[in-house]
Nanobody
Framework: DVQLQASGGGLVQPGGSLRLSCAAS????????IGWFRQAPGKEREGVLC????????WYADGVRGRFTISRDNAKNTVYLQMNSLKPEDTAVYYC???????????????????WGKGTQVTVSS
């Protein structure tokens, strides 16, 4: 069955870096759009970035463009989120998800994802 496992979260100081991993099983990551999301306490879950099937396109939220990068390792069937220059407002539980059917990143990103992994906590604090 389809599974996604997010990992790599932790505590980091402002300005630091983390790399999150999303290990997938039951499907090939290069065949679907994969998105990263985050949910901070008291806030709705929001899309952070997305990569389309075969890396045809990417989408970044305005607040992370230039700091976060998404990539695939097809040999490991894993998607990565490299986070640099972290800020306290980046503190959240981070989730990876797969589009239900389509290869491209859905226009309404959150609602186009049909498969979700359990999140990993990222805390940015001094």
């Amino acid at each position: 069955d389809v599974q996604l496992q997010a990992s790599g979260g932790g505590l980091v100081q402002p300005g630091g870096s983390l790399r999150l991993s999303c290990a997938a099983s039951g499907f090939t990551v290069d065949d679907y759009a994969i998105g990263w999301f985050r949910q901070a306490p008291g806030k709705e879950r929001e899309g952070v970035l997305c990569i389309s099937s075969s890396a045809e396109s990417t989408w970044y939220a305005d607040g992370v463009r230039g700091r976060f990068t998404i990539s695939r390792d097809n040999a490991k069937n894993t998607v990565y989120l490299q986070m640099n220059s972290l800020k306290p407002e980046d503190t959240a539980v981070y989730y990876c998800a797969r589009a239900t059917y389509v290869r491209h990143c859905p226009l309404r990103l959150r609602y186009g994802m049909g498969y979700w992994g359990k999140g990993t906590q990222v805390t940015v604090s001094s």
